[in-house]
């Protein structure tokens, strides 16, 4: 069966999706679970497991997403990426995603091993990019292949037009969607969609919107994001006074950004959750009633 994400995202009609990471304990496991049973109501367009580089982390995505299929009816995107695999390995992972029913794949370089810092380095008999990725994961068989995009551009791209030039690549060589890493200003987004498209690259990019919960985030994102969290924000959430206040400017900030990004054009909204998915069920809703 062909996966319909790329369909959904061509349809017209605003998407909503949710990220979930692979839990690292039994106890994390339980949380992840509650979320996602959460967000299942909502019908959303898809939800997506991130993927761990350690050994067992990595077994643990696969295994969630392969629960996932098999114990809800919910569209599943599995994150790959090419970090201490070689290519055989990739292929295998793939080919036991297809065997599981996986149907669509995120296909990502991955950060360094030393940390999103540190420099890249591509494991001997791997792929050196997300590009390559795209294209093993075709070869594999009929998946839907998204990519990441950086409307504020990737720590390691030496300039916004270097950015671009190698997502058109990723385009290129067959990915059918991207989903962008979270950023906070929707003009960042529409600038980026606007030389993609210029660019030649026609895929739908869905902008990820990462919500604040907690004031201890201010410091979290930026690493997470290699870019400054917004000073106005920031100030407001510090002056916010108690943790119920300081999530409810997330939400309404977070809402008021994919309201925009709604308008500006994009396919649909696609929501960070942490594994806690109450502040992005709230967006979820404040845009659809
Ligand atoms: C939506 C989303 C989901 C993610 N999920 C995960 C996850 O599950 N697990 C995880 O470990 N990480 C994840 N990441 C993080 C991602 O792995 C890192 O940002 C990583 O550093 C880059 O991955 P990429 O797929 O964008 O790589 P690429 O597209 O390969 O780009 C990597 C860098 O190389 C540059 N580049 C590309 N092609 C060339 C070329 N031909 N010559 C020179 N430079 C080039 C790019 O501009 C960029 O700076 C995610 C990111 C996003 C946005």
């Given amino acids: ?7 959904l995202l061509a349809a017209g009609t605003p998407t909503f999706s949710y990220e979930f990471l692979p839990p690292r304990t039994d106890e994390d496991e339980a949380v992840l679970w509650r979320a996602i049973r959460d967000v299942e109501p909502l019908r959303p367009a898809f939800v997506d497991i991130t993927y ?37 390995e990739l292929r295998a992972i793939v080919r036991r995603l297809g065997d599981a029913g996986v149907r669509a794949i995120l296909a990502l370089r991955g950060d360094p091993e030393g940390g999103p810092d540190a420099e890249w380095r591509p494991t001997p008999g791997g792929l050196d990019r997300a590009e390559d990725l795209v294209r093993l994961v075709k070869e594999e068989g009929d998946f839907a292949v998204g990519v ?17 030039k190698f997502f058109a690549a990723k385009c290129a060589a067959g990915a059918d969607f991207a989903i962008t890493q979270f950023f906070y200003d929707a003009c960042d987004y529409a ?55 300081v999530r409810e400017i997330g939400v309404e900030v977070a809402s008021g950004l994919a309201r925009a990004l709604l308008d500006a054009g994009a396919p649909g909204i696609h929501l960070y959750t942490l594994n806690r998915s109450t502040a992005a069920r709230e967006i979820h809703l404040r845009l659809t009633s």
């Fill in 52 to 88: 761990g580089a350690g050994g067992s982390r990595r077994d643990r995505t696969l295994r969630t997403v392969e629960r996932v299929v098999v114990e809800t009816d919910l569209t599943v995107v599995a994150h790959l990426t090419c970090v201490g695999a070689t290519e055989a």
């Fill in 148 to 164: 990441a995009a950086y409307p504020q551009r990737h720590r390691e791209s030496a300039d916004d037009d270097a950015g671009i």
């Fill in 1 to 7: 069966m062909t996966s319909p994400v790329p369909a």
């Fill in 191 to 245: 600038r980026f969609v606007a030389a993609a498209r210029a660019a030649g690259c026609d895929v739908p990019v869905l902008p990820g919107i990462m919500p604040v919960t907690s004031a201890r985030q201010i410091e979290r994102f930026p690493q997470l994001s290699g870019h400054p969290f917004p000073g106005e924000l920031a100030a407001r959430i510090r002056a916010a006074a108690d943790p119920a206040a």
